[in-house]
């Protein structure tokens, strides 16, 4: 199996086009996202990783994008830490981090506490092959792999 355009872009390889996806991609304007919104809120949507990988595959499936962003709430690393928060109608601290004693304090969440891990694990496994038309090479990219340095 060779990697797909996204990969070999970031690995400075030259590649036929450059690779093709979307910060943002899921959202209101995929029926199948409004649909998930009928039965989940936001919040919802986001702490279920069954539910948050389908909603990361959605625009691959509809436009064939060249990667996938993962759909995550930008407050998952602070449920990680267990810092109490709630949505009225935005995030809302419970405590806010108001010292350096109280950020340092902080635990160090493991892999399985930090919710994008699983929520990307379960997209992976959904996942079609890479292919020439999809290249969806992000299944098999390995974790926190390192970019050449400009030259």
């Excluded at 970031?10 to 086009?17: D, F, I, M, S």
């Excluded at 709430?73 to 709630?86: A, E, K, N, T, Y």
């Excluded at 809302?92 to 004693?101: G, I, N, Y």
Aim: glycine share 4%.
């Amino acid at each position: 199996m060779t990697d797909g355009i996204f990969l070999r872009t970031l690995r400075g390889e030259a590649t036929e086009r450059r690779p093709l996806w979307m910060l943002r991609q899921a959202g209101r304007y995929l029926p199948e996202y409004r649909e998930l919104r009928k039965d989940h809120n936001f919040e919802a949507m986001s702490l279920n990783t069954e539910v948050a990988a389908e909603v990361t595959l959605q625009p691959i499936d509809r436009f064939g994008f060249d990667a996938a962003i993962v759909f995550a709430d930008i407050m998952s690393p602070v449920r990680s830490l267990g810092v109490p928060f709630r949505f009225d109608p935005g995030p809302v601290l419970e405590a806010p981090l108001r010292s350096r004693a109280s950020i340092e304090a902080l635990p160090t969440p493991s892999k399985a506490e930090i919710a994008s891990s699983s929520d990307l694990s379960q997209a992976k496994q959904r996942a079609p092959r890479p292919s020439p038309k999809s290249g969806l090479d992000w299944r098999s990219a390995p974790p926190r792999q390192a970019l050449p340095a400009p030259a």
